[in-house]
């Protein structure tokens, strides 16, 4: 432990480490999968590649709402879900009402990632839906270990988590806000968890995070962000993969004041305002450059579904009579996917022969 005095903190807001730990022991596939994106990030952030994207990507969402009929504020209103994705909306373009609060010496460094959301307008079988899956479950609360999302275990099944971002909305237990499935993991469990009153800015979402920045903070590592501390336990040994974030040496709570300074670096300290902080909503407004472009790497690469999913892209009124929905742009869909995947079972392989030859994993 550093001196610091930033310790992992009691409860964990985030379960997305949880996971991810739980995977990379469990899974070589994932192991695999990991060193691929981390291989392609790396060649963002160094610039030796670039994002090729220029119009704004717009990802269709469906909230799960899995819902206790004995507790009935679980069963959170149309309106609490539009006022979450109002603000994811805002947060992932730079176009939140309060980053002008960003200290000066770090403005030039926020990013608009460029990405939007809508509930999905179609559903997996090409028939018009609100993007809104209400489910009773006899559970009385949910943890990390993804039972939420598994009719089999009270939760509400996925939509393909290639063309839809999951976000199941639930009671959850030990302090946990939500938590997130880093891109390369299975696709069953695939998406974002949060807490129901840590979702949206109205109904049962309760101060301090009220703010909807819980599923800002979750559907970033959902892009392949990790948190700005860097899960070093305080100790400044590890960072976040993004180069203009600074060192920082645990996780900031609360509404902090400017500039704290952590792992000697002063003077502006830690960039305790961004979204991968666990900060209270109203402290938290910032994703960075340097985030934008790992989030582009994911989104290019295992994520790449995505620029060409069907929820959004296909309105009912842009469909010809008699066509079947769900055939638009089907071919170029499994082409992009077919290479995708001809492409990442190819690097698993060459992982995994790294692995057994020697190679340390990390
Ligand atoms: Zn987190």
Redesign the pocket.
């Known amino acids: 432990m550093s001196d610091y005095g930033s310790p992992q903190p009691a409860r964990d807001?985030?379960g997305?480490?949880l996971v991810h730990r739980k995977l990379l022991n469990e899974s070589m596939t994932y192991r695999a999968r990991r060193t691929t994106i981390e291989n392609r990030a790396l060649q963002y952030e160094q610039g030796r590649r670039d994002s090729t994207r220029t119009d704004v990507a717009t990802l269709p969402v469906v909230v799960h709402v899995v819902h206790n009929p004995n507790a009935p504020e679980q069963n959170i209103c149309d309106e609490q879900i539009h006022s979450q994705i109002t603000v994811i909306n805002q947060d992932f373009r730079a176009a939140n009402p309060d980053v002008g609060k960003v200290p000066e010496v770090w403005k030039a460094l926020v990013a608009d990632p460029r990405i939007e959301f809508q509930l999905a307008t179609r559903d997996p079988n090409g028939e018009p839906t609100n993007g809104i899956v209400r489910v009773e479950t006899d559970k009385r609360s949910f943890t990390w270990d993804d039972a939420v999302k598994a009719s089999a275990a009270g939760g509400s099944d996925p939509w393909p988590s290639d063309q839809y971002l999951n976000m199941w909305v639930c009671q959850l237990g030990g302090g946990l806000l939500g938590?997130?499935q880093f891109p390369g993991g299975p696709p069953q469990t695939d998406g974002v968890v949060i807490l129901h009153s840590a979702f949206g800015t109205m109904g049962t979402a309760a101060p301090p995070f009220d703010g909807g920045r819980t599923a800002t903070?979750?559907i970033g590592?959902w892009l392949d962000l990790y948190?700005i501390w860097g899960d070093d336990d305080g100790a400044c040994t590890s960072d976040d993969k993004v180069a203009d974030t600074p060192n920082q040496a645990g996780d900031n709570t609360g509404v902090p004041t400017f500039p704290r300074i952590t792992c000697d670096n002063g003077p502006n300290g830690d960039m305790f305002m961004n979204y991968?902080d666990y900060t209270d909503d109203v402290a938290m407004f910032m994703f960075t450059k340097g985030q934008a472009k790992r989030m582009n790497a994911c989104l290019e690469g295992a994520r790449a579904s995505f620029l060409v999913a069907q929820g959004v892209r296909a309105p009912a009124a842009a469909v010809p009579a008699g066509a079947h929905p769900a055939h638009n742009g089907e071919v170029e869909r499994l082409l992009h996917d077919s290479e995708r995947l001809t492409t990442e079972i190819l690097n698993d392989i060459r992982s995994a022969l790294g692995l057994v030859t020697g190679r340390s994993a990390g």
Do not use: D
């Open positions: 807001l985030c997305t480490m938590y997130a903070h979750e590592h948190h991968m």
